[in-house]
């Protein structure tokens, strides 16, 4: 279903299931216009009532009504069930924490973490006026890292 903002009468396409019959509201993506929406304001239900203007019985305006309403929303409903899902908004199912998934955070977490002792180090004399012992506890750091890797190295072995 094609609706048109009445603010900046921009259309959109939505999905007639998103609508219930006691209306909604919606917002217009471009100009932000809020604005209340409801079924009896469509295109065909106007053209029903310009169908109707020539009977003069009430009961077969009214037969003839539920008839096209019928006809009508058969069509919507097979058109609707022919094309893809275009809702306003789609959600997807949020994905697992799976291994690889967990190995490519350390990765990233290893990487982070590196990069910032890169720039402790390349900006040290700068930093260092504000943080006085940055130089020893780098000095500590980079022990300790040489430490754990002898250690690795030696567990191998």
């Known amino acids: 279903m094609i609706i048109s903002c009445p603010s900046c009468k921009k259309k959109f396409e939505i999905d007639v299931n998103l609508i219930p019959k006691e209306g909604r509201n919606l917002q217009c993506g471009s100009c932000l216009n809020v604005w209340f929406y409801k079924f009896e304001q469509s295109i065909p239900d106007l053209e029903i009532k310009d169908d109707l203007k020539d009977l003069k019985e009430d009961d077969d305006k009214s037969e003839i009504k539920k008839d096209i309403k019928k006809e009508t929303f058969s069509n919507k409903k097979n058109y609707n069930e022919n094309r893809k899902d275009k809702a306003l908004v789609k959600y997807e199912k949020k994905t697992k924490l799976t291994f690889v998934n967990l190995i490519g955070y350390f990765i990233v977490l ?20 504000k943080i006085p012992n940055l130089e020893l506890i780098l000095f500590n750091f980079y022990e300790t890292l040489l430490d754990i890797y002898l250690f690795i190295k030696d567990l191998i072995r």
């Open 110 to 129: 290893f990487l982070s973490f590196a990069a910032l002792l890169l720039v402790l180090d390349t900006f040290q004399p700068q930093i260092s006026q």
